[in-house]
Antibody, heavy 115, light 107 residues
Framework: EVQLVESGGGLVKPGGSLRLSCAAS????????MNWVRQAPGKGLEWVSS????????YYADSLKGRFTISRDNAKNSLYLQMNSLRAEDTAVYYC????????WGQGTLVTVSS | DIQMTQSPSAMSASVGDRVTITCRAS??????LAWFQQKPGKVPKRLIY???SLQSGVPSRFSGSGSGTEFTLTISSLQPEDFATYYC?????????FGQGTKVEIK
């Protein structure tokens, strides 16, 4: 069974940093591209970033302006999102999502940016 | 960037109604279009992939169609458990883009 479990969310002050993790199991992690998608409270879904299976290709939403960094460790079956210079508008549930075909989603981790 | 225009943004419908939701892409995305259902407080669930392929386990009253720039999600006979918000997603190119969502409410 495919499982994606996010962690690392929490309350952080504006300008702070946070690192999200996603632990994958039930499939060959190193064979799949991975994504982060977020959803602000009461809002729609927003794609954040994607990384190819070998980390050769990385993409970000324009709105992030270099503040976020996606990475992965295939030996640990883990996906990461380093978030710096956080703003109130980054408050959202962050989902780890498998593959270009966006088939499996984790349960999400809530990031709240507030003073 | 490819813009996805989803309509309507909200609708009221009755159990048994036929419901149609549309997504228009600002440029050709072939069939790289997926549809998701999300209920309050829940994780989005993929219903349709590759524009018209039904996700395993999803009831056959859901169907998708379209190619290029115009896509449709149809629920042939709305059931009580189908009241939710629906999103389309293009994954033809980066940045990936979602439609704004369609909230289907009880009439």
């Amino acid at each position: 069974e495919v499982q994606l479990v996010e962690s690392g969310g929490g309350l952080v002050k504006p300008g702070g940093s946070l690192r999200l993790s996603c632990a994958a199991s039930g499939f060959t992690f190193s064979s799949y591209s991975m994504n982060w998608v977020r959803q602000a409270p009461g809002k729609g879904l927003e794609w954040v970033s994607s990384i190819s299976s070998s980390s050769s290709y990385i993409y970000y939403a324009d709105s992030l302006k270099g503040r976020f960094t996606i990475s992965r460790d295939n030996a640990k079956n883990s996906l990461y999102l380093q978030m710096n210079s956080l703003r109130a508008e980054d408050t959202a549930v962050y989902y780890c999502v498998r593959d270009n075909w966006v088939d499996y989603w984790g349960q999400g981790t809530l990031v709240t940016v507030s003073s | 960037d490819i813009q996805m225009t989803q309509s309507p943004s909200a609708m009221s419908a009755s159990v048994g109604d036929r419901v149609t939701i549309t997504c228009r892409a600002s440029q050709d995305i072939s069939n790289y279009l997926a549809w998701f259902q999300q209920k309050p407080g829940k994780v989005p669930k993929r219903l349709i992939y590759a524009s018209s392929s039904l996700q395993s386990g999803v009831p056959s009253r859901f169907s998708g169609s379209g190619s290029g720039t115009e896509f449709t999600l149809t629920i042939s006979s709305l059931q009580p458990e189908d009241f939710a918000t629906y999103y389309c997603l293009q994954h033809n190119s980066y940045p990936r883009t979602f439609g704004q969502g369609t909230k289907v409410e009880i009439k």
